[in-house]
Every structure is written in structure tokens, then in C-alpha cells.
């Protein structure tokens, strides 16, 4: 079996995250299309405050898990992801739409999904998560 990073020579690599280390020692890497992802994941679920150098970083979507869902929790959350999505990696993708929802019967789960276009390679993409 070949050697996984001479494979790779040549072609983009990232670490993944979360970050993990494969069985051989080595860590994960990822393409650069899941990397965007891993990156919007980071900004949606990291905490602000929670970096030490970086205070301001993130939007923190857990904490939606404990407010009510009406339109207004919806609404703010729209906007706080689309605006630090915009700070944070403003350099990487331009932001298309950001949709904040709830299902009728089941305000307990929020849905938040991101449609972006990556501004490298100007392929759309979307990333969907569920709170």
C-alpha cells in the first residue's frame, strides 16, 4: 500500500475537523470542499469567548437548545450567523443565504441552513444543521 502522504503530493490537504489521528498515527486530513465545512461548523459552534486569542470568534448555536423557539430567536440567530460567517471567512465564501426554521409541532429542534459559494473555485455549497 502506498504511503498516504506521498499520495497526496500535489493536492490540497487539511487537517480535519474535529481534529483525529488514524490508526497508523497519522491524522486526518480532508478535502478542501469538507474543509470549508469544517469551518462553518467551527464558527457555528464555537462559543464566543471561548478562544483565548479570539474572544469574538464564533456565534455559539448550542445555546439555542435552550431558548424558546419563536420568530425572534429566529430572526437574531439568522443574523449573528450570517454577520460573524461574513467577518470570520468573508475571505473564503460569500455568504447566499442563511435559513433559520423550526419545524410546526416540533419548536424544540432548530434547522439552520447556510448556501455559500466558495470564492476560489466559485462551486455553490450548502451546510445544514439541526439544534
Known amino acids: 500500500m502506498a504511503d498516504p502522504i506521498q499520495r497526496a503530493i500535489g493536492t ?9 489521528v488514524s490508526g497508523s498515527g497519522i491524522p486526518n486530513t480532508t478535502t478542501a470542499d469538507d474543509h ?3 469551518l462553518i461548523l467551527q464558527v457555528l459552534f464555537t ?4 478562544r483565548v486569542n ?6 455559539g448555536v448550542q445555546r439555542l437548545v435552550f431558548e424558546p423557539s419563536n420568530e ?12 460573524n460567517l461574513q467577518r ?10 442563511v435559513t433559520v426554521t423550526s419545524d410546526p409541532g416540533d419548536e424544540s ?3 439552520i441552513e447556510i448556501i455559500y459559494t466558495a470564492i476560489a473555485t466559485q462551486q455553490s455549497g450548502s451546510v445544514t444543521v439541526q439544534v
Open 36 to 38: 470549508l465545512r469544517d
Open 72 to 83: 425572534t430567536l429566529r430572526s437574531t440567530a439568522q443574523f449573528l450567523i450570517s454577520t
Open 47 to 50: 462559543t464566543p469567548g471561548e
Open 12 to 20: 490540497p490537504r487539511f487537517l480535519k475537523y474535529p481534529y483525529s
Open 54 to 59: 479570539l474572544p469574538e470568534f464564533g456565534v
Open 109 to 111: 429542534t432548530v434547522r
Open 88 to 97: 470570520w471567512l468573508g475571505d473564503r465564501i460569500n455568504v447566499e443565504q
